[in-house]
DNA sequence: GTAGGGATACACT
DNA sequence: GTGTATCCCTACT
């Protein structure tokens, strides 16, 4: 599911602001088999949402100051989500650009808390459907002309050998350039 | 390189 | 109930 999510289109619409941006990286997260998602340990409340039937938005608080945005995969009962960690801009730069007080298109998404602000996404989306009116994801037809780039998750301690992270290559708009982590 | 920040989980009383 | 280590990070120096 991971890869797939590549090239499409994350939409959100916010007190009339329409914004959105094509996905360009993402992390697998499984259920009870991976020690680095928030569902190994079982059902909270904090992440109930992944334990919910497909195509929802898990979006979770994290490091006293970021929202991150999952997509739930699994069918209802079974943990899975992939975490979108970064998009090129496409709708709404203005808006994205005030959010995030940035003004490089490089600098509004890339990366899973700098996206969400752009798109004005919070607590109140955690549980959303993602095929809703104003928050949804759209296939526009696009096609990457390469390949998905697997390579292991950014921040994680937990199996990192886990090559669970895709990313389009080469796109200027990916987390984390020039850090190693 | 590191400060900042809040939620969470788990070990303890 | 309290203490504390950790966390799917970002912005600054």
Redesign the pocket.
Known sequence: MAPELLGKILFHKRRGVETSGRIVEV?A?LGDEDP????Y?GP????QV?FGPPGFA?V???????F?V?VVTEKEGRAG?V?I?ALEPLQGMTAQKRR???QKLT?LA??????T?ALGIGRKENGLDLSGKDLFLEDDGFECNTKPRRTP??????ARSKLYRFVVKDSPYL??KG?L?
């Open positions: 992390e997260y680095a998602s928030h569902a340990r909270t409340s904090r992440n992944m898990y979770y608080f994290t490091y006293g100051s970021h991150c999952n989500a975490l960690r995030r007080r940035r600098d890339s990366g899973p808390g700098k996206l602000q998750r950014i921040g994680i301690r937990q987390s984390m850090k982590r």
